[in-house]
């Protein structure tokens, strides 16, 4: 079917959003996560124009746009959400042009919500060693999922690596001996990071008492691994910190608070910028300096509590 300005109308919604999730994966390198997040506010975006009677998406147009996210505003969606969104349809409509699928770009004046500039959730150092104290504690009783949990709690907090990055590594990416761990990072992008005694001490027990009881006949590569032997993914790590945090007493915390936490404690003993954006696979130095924030933050809380002039 040709439109009058003879570009060819949309294809059906599940070609469409197919096409626009290969894209982002073969040519942005964009992660699994976030294909599924953009893909799903396309299909969200082109379920709501059709209700509005524009089930083209030709007929596509700022109103549509900016009536949608209003909707979504009007839902209570929080800030970050419809930022995101706002990105997904601007990514989809930039594909779109290029590909031919519409002849001009309706997101081009499309305005969205910034995300709240609020600061990570970071553990007091102390805090931090009580928690994976306590998983060292808890893997006595020699159950291997309780091994995997000091293993992976400590790589976290020792690599600052996400928790995807460490789901997806395998045995091979691992080096007790040397101390390191491979992971692929944002757009499929590598690197090494280091970590220390108490981390090696937590992966060697892993991988010599634990994860053999587990691997039921050792096909799986990943280095962490499920009861069942499957490999481990990010919900059952989300719920081991979650578990623990309550078990050790500290505020309730994601795996990304210790990757937060990291990066954080890095700065406060001393490591530069470049150092820690390194470490953490950040692309934009700004993104790290943020975590300078929080440690000025902190200096600020303390000086308030402790100066008597504060």
């Known amino acids: 079917m040709q439109t ?28 699994d996560h976030t294909v599924r997040a953009y893909v799903g506010d396309v299909e969200h975006l082109l379920a709501y124009a059709a209700r509005h009677g524009r089930a083209d998406l030709v007929d596509i147009d700022l109103a549509v746009l900016r009536g949608w996210l209003a909707a979504m505003s009007a839902a209570q969606r929080s800030r970050a959400t419809l930022a995101r969104r706002g990105a997904a349809v601007r990514t989809f409509f930039d594909w779109a042009v290029r590909t031919g699928r519409v002849a001009t770009d309706p997101a081009l004046r499309l305005a969205s919500a910034r ?35 000091w293993a992976a709690l400590e790589l976290l907090y020792a690599t600052g690596a996400r928790v995807g990055e460490l789901c997806r590594a395998d045995v091979t990416d691992v080096d007790v ?21 108490p981390a090696a001490e937590a992966v060697e027990a892993w991988l010599t008492t634990g994860r053999p009881v587990l691997a039921q006949g050792g096909t799986e590569p990943a280095l962490l691994l499920g009861r069942r032997g499957g490999r481990v993914d990010q919900r059952q790590l989300r719920a081991v910190s979650h578990d623990l945090a309550a078990l050790a007493g500290v505020d309730d915390i994601a795996p990304h608070a210790l990757r937060h936490s990291a990066a954080t404690h ?4 001393g490591s530069d910028l470049r150092s820690v954006q390194e470490v953490l696979g950040h692309a934009s130095l700004a993104t790290t300096q943020r975590y300078t924030h929080v ?4 200096l600020r809380s303390s000086f308030e ?6």
């Open 266 to 269: 890095l700065l406060q003993g």
């Open 295 to 298: 440690t000025a933050e902190r």
């Open 115 to 149: 995300p709240t500039a609020a600061l990570p959730t970071v553990l007091a150092v102390e805090d931090a060693a009580r928690l994976l104290e306590v998983a060292r504690t808890r893997a006595d009783d020699a159950d291997p999922v309780h091994l995997r949990d």
């Open 177 to 197: 001996a040397e101390r390191t761990l491979h992971v692929v990072g944002k757009g499929d992008k590598e690197r090494v990071v280091p970590f220390g005694l």
């Open 305 to 310: 509590q402790a100066h008597p002039r504060a």
């Open 4 to 31: 009058a300005t003879g570009v060819t109308a949309a294809a059906p919604a599940v070609r469409l959003t197919a096409d626009f999730a290969l894209h982002l994966r073969a040519q942005r390198g964009l992660s």
